[in-house]
T-cell receptor
Framework: EAGVTQFPSHSVIEKGQTVTLRCDPISGHDNLYWYRRVMGKEIKFLLHFVKESKQDESGMPNNRFLAERTGGTYSTLKVQPAELEDSGVYFC???????????FGPGTRLLVL | AQSVTQPDIHITVSEGASLELRCNYSYGATPYLFWYVQSPGQGLQLLLKYFSGDTLVQGIKGFEAEFKRSQSSFNLRKPSVHWSDAAEYFCAVARELYSSASKIIFGSGTRLSIRP
């Protein structure tokens, strides 16, 4: 069974540009989470989908970040326009139910110049 | 508010030596506790978790952790480390697993280096 996959693995963009990160959860996992780790800080929760619905988006830093999960399968996280402080590693995780273990993807390393 | 503290930013141990990584949490009730590991270029992998029951939890790769309520700690241990254990280790807590509070709160991580 394939694990959580994320694309791209790395992205380097200039301040003001737009970047879209993609996450494909494990098949059958209704719960999908986004986290990020900015430089030197801890990994922080961004938001949680249950199927296509946003269950908790309390960690989204501002309105430059837009997450979608159309059809309840893969999810995208768009940053528009990107700022320098958005640099970091963006992790996606999925779980079958909210009780079960969250499995993490390898992350997307974003660098905003 | 919940929080997780990993007081050691970087630890170096010799191959074959024992290891203990410290973790303290702040939460009023019994939390759900986790240890994750991130090897270079890899994603986060779950080593072990504590939900309830036996306070000594066995995980993968020979790791174990002990939940001590009186000390609000969940330290990770391994009797003999291998060079492949060099990685960054994250202690984490979740408040609930049945609702929107299932998000995981992470500590800042401890980087483990292994001395040959």
């Amino acid at each position: 069974e394939a694990g959580v996959t994320q694309f791209p693995s790395h992205s380097v963009i200039e301040k003001g540009q737009t970047v879209t990160l993609r996450c494909d959860p494990i098949s059958g996992h209704d719960n999908l989470y986004w986290y990020r780790r900015v430089m030197g800080k801890e990994i922080k929760f961004l938001l949680h989908f249950v199927k296509e619905s946003k269950q908790d988006e309390s960690g989204m830093p501002n309105n430059r970040f837009l997450a979608e999960r159309t059809g309840g399968t893969y999810s995208t996280l768009k940053v528009q326009p990107a700022e320098l402080e958005d640099s970091g590693v963006y992790f996606c995780a999925s779980s079958r139910t909210q009780r079960e273990t969250q499995y993490f993807g390898p992350g997307t390393r974003l660098l905003v110049l | 508010a919940q929080s997780v503290t990993q007081p050691d930013i970087h630890i170096t141990v010799s191959e074959g030596a024992s290891l203990e990584l410290r973790c303290n949490y702040s939460y009023g009730a019994t939390p759900y506790l986790f240890w994750y590991v991130q090897s270079p270029g890899q994603g986060l992998q779950l080593l072990l978790k504590y939900f309830s029951g036996d306070t000594l939890v066995q995980g993968i790769k020979g790791f174990e952790a002990e939940f001590k309520r009186s000390q609000s700690s969940f330290n990770l241990r391994k009797p003999s480390v291998h060079w492949s254990d060099a990685a960054e280790y994250f202690c984490a807590v979740a408040r609930e697993l049945y609702s929107s509070a299932s998000k995981i709160i992470f500590g800042s991580g401890t980087r483990l280096s292994i001395r040959p």
